[in-house]
């Protein structure tokens, strides 16, 4: 869809123009986690209302309007309030102060990434959760700088090149449901010294990379990228699968990295690094009026600090390839309404797994879809093999063959394996009074050998591998990366 002439893109200045769109979600969120994490390590008058002074200020409360999701009531009178923080990224702040614009718009800009933030009540834990640009969504009827947006079908991240941070979160309540307590709004002109003031972060390459345009030149694993390195490795396109779900994967290890260096006792602890750091931040940021008073942000960041990084997730809107265009996607709605469920009724997600059974002291960890068994009768019982074979296929085992077994005289149920020791635990755990033994020449298939003694098939708890798309922020930062 052309958008009309009061598109916000079109009035951008040719200084900003000339940028392309910037895939800048590992900015976006490590510079606010990263804000919020250290800004509680601010001391003096004269810093503090230095730092505040930074802050951009912009209110949308009118252009939001009173058609809003319901916020779900604290449990307890004192109890935190759950949080959502929008963040956003812009390439542009153009009119700084007080005519930073209206309606909740601001002139010239676009952006490229857009995270939903979730801050449970108890403030244990922290979710991101990224929208890719190109995921086609209904973008509601918006206010402008000139006028009325209707509302219509178009990639999510037109609304804010219509309407600004009020259309963005317009569209993400209508979507959602979620209540957007906040937002934010970071400016990537102030990235290289963001970066520079941590002291570099760390990155990490499947493969040499070598992009002439930028003067990207870095080798395979892991290397400390600041300043125009840094800018050059978010900006990085032709690299992998290329696709923007792809880029997402990589910039959010990269988030995992700026928050782990900013929470570092390097940064926490050596003053000049921290007021370099809280300057060049602030200075990148535009909030809701209640985020843009320092005092607020500095209690904010007194709940979230303690938050250990193994328990600040990120995560990608569950998606799937739009049937009517391959270049988009659209949200897996079975998916995405379990999550903003979550979100609105503040319940942990993803949510946690059972505890998986153990066995020998190691839990489960061979799933039963992924077990190819063979079922063999080894009692005296007509048709035991073919009954126990149908149990097994029920409880989500896959068989491959029934059989008889070399003896009528099985007195216990026997699991035979060769190479599939985890295959075999989870079948013995499965199987009631069965005993496992290691037999040469079954290859990667596991036996069922049904005794006299057989009691059935019971369910089993298997320690479950990590949801795809999702990490948290202690996580290794080559973990996933393409």
Known sequence: MTLPDSDATASAPASRRRHPRWRKVAIVLGVTLSVLLVAGGVAGFLLYRHLEGNITELDVSEALGTDRPTKEPRAQEDENEPLNILVMGSDTRQGQGVGYGSAGVITGARSDTTMLL??????????????????????????????????????????????????????????????????????????????????????????????????????????????????????????????????????????????????????????????????????????????????????????????????????????????????????????????WLALQTDDEYPPPAPEPDVIDGEPLTALPSTISVRVLNGSQTDGAATEAAAELTRAGYNVVAVDTAESSDFLSTVVRYEYSTDAARTLTAAVSGSTRVKRAGLGTIVEVVVGADWQGVDRVVVKKPPASGVRTANENICKTQA
């Not at 929470?263 to 300057?279: A, E, I, M, Q």
């Open 118 to 339: 979730h801050l449970p009540a108890d403030r244990k834990s922290a979710l991101a959760v990224s929208i890719p640009r190109d995921t086609v969504v209904d973008i509601p009827e918006c206010k402008t700088e000139t006028g009325v947006y209707p509302a219509h079908r178009e990639r999510f991240n037109a609304a804010f090149s219509i309407g600004g941070p009020a259309c963005t979160i317009k569209t993400v309540e209508s979507l959602t449901d979620v209540y957007i307590d906040h937002f934010i709004v970071v400016d990537f002109q102030g990235f290289e010294g963001i970066v520079e003031a941590l002291g570099g972060v760390d990155v990490c390459l499947p493969e040499p990379i070598v992009e002439p345009k930028s003067g990207l030149n870095l080798p395979a694993g892991v290397s400390t990228v600041s300043g125009d390195q840094a800018l050059a490795y978010v900006r990085l396109r032709a690299y992998g699968s290329g696709s923007d779900i792809s880029r997402i994967d990589r910039q959010q290890a990269f988030m995992s990295s700026v928050v782990e260096k900013a929470k570092s006792s390097g940064t926490l602890l050596n003053p000049v690094k921290l007021v370099r750091f809280l300057d060049a931040a602030t200075k990148s940021l535009t909030t809701d009026p209640g985020l843009s008073n320092l005092n607020e942000l500095r209690q904010l960041a007194q709940q979230v600090r303690s938050i250990p990084t193994k328990d600040i997730t990120f995560m990608t809107t569950p998606w799937l390839v739009n049937p009517e265009d391959p270049n988009t996607v659209v949200w897996n709605e079975a998916k995405t309404d379990k999550l």
